[in-house]
């Protein structure tokens, strides 16, 4: 089965605690991304990678870490220091950077 | 301004009819332009994407772009219950050698049975 894989669907972390979501893909693409989205806002961008090894902050990184070890996987590590975290999480991959988006079915995370 | 507008709706047309999206953007240097769909709760999937002025057509969907006054738009061809969901343009920026991919909030379709 091809495609984009995101897990856990749903989370809930206790406020003081890292998380962890997980981003696989089988797509032979280089480039990966992790977007935020909010109720009635638009995605913002985490972070992505270009290349194995390589990546780089977007526009709201600070609380968040990321590492892309293998091209077929970019985890997300949402770290305490992250304010509000609650929020949809979406991993997204492009053959290359500059080319089309696409989306994997996204993570729900709810701080209790 | 931002960089990427859209109308957030909701749009309501009736079913069979067609639903006209607007998407403007401020960056000239912008090099192309997609249309994704979210249902609530999903993530979005892409419908269309088009690099150079004019029309594009794909089924019932036709996306048109127009560089010089900066928009883009989709059109909706009889529309269906279906198809009610928000509808999310972006925008593919090169600067410097760098790629920026920038989303518009999304415009809520609603399409009346």
């Known amino acids: 089965d091809g495609g984009i894989t995101q897990s856990p669907k749903y989370l809930f972390r206790k406020e003081g605690q890292n998380v962890t979501l997980s981003c696989e893909q089988n797509l032979n693409h280089d480039a990966m991304y992790w977007y935020r989205q909010d109720p009635g806002q638009g995605l913002r961008l985490i972070y992505y990678s270009q290349i194995v090894n390589d990546f780089q902050k977007g526009d709201i990184a600070e609380g968040y870490s990321v590492s892309r070890e293998k091209k077929e996987s970019f985890p997300l590590t949402v770290t305490s220091a992250q304010k509000n975290p609650t929020a949809f999480y979406l991993c997204?991959?492009?053959?290359?950077?500059?080319?089309?988006?696409?989306f994997g079915e996204g993570s729900w995370l709810t701080v209790v | 301004q931002k960089e990427v507008e859209q109308n957030s709706g909701p749009l309501s047309v009736p079913e069979g009819a067609i639903a006209s999206l607007n998407c403007t953007y401020s960056d000239r240097g912008s090099q192309s332009f997609f249309w994704y769909r979210q249902y609530s709760g999903k993530s979005p999937e892409l419908i269309m994407s088009?690099?150079?002025?004019g029309d594009k057509e794909d089924g019932r969907f036709t996306a048109q772009l127009n560089k010089a006054s900066q928009y883009v738009s989709l059109l909706i061809r009889d529309s269906q219950p279906s198809d009610s969901a928000t509808y999310l343009c972006a925008v593919n920026l090169a600067t410097s050698g760098t790629y920026k991919y920038i989303f518009g909030t999304g415009t809520r379709l609603k399409v009346l049975a």
């Open positions: 997204a991959t492009s053959d290359t950077v500059g080319n089309t988006i696409y």
């Open positions: 088009i690099y150079s002025n």
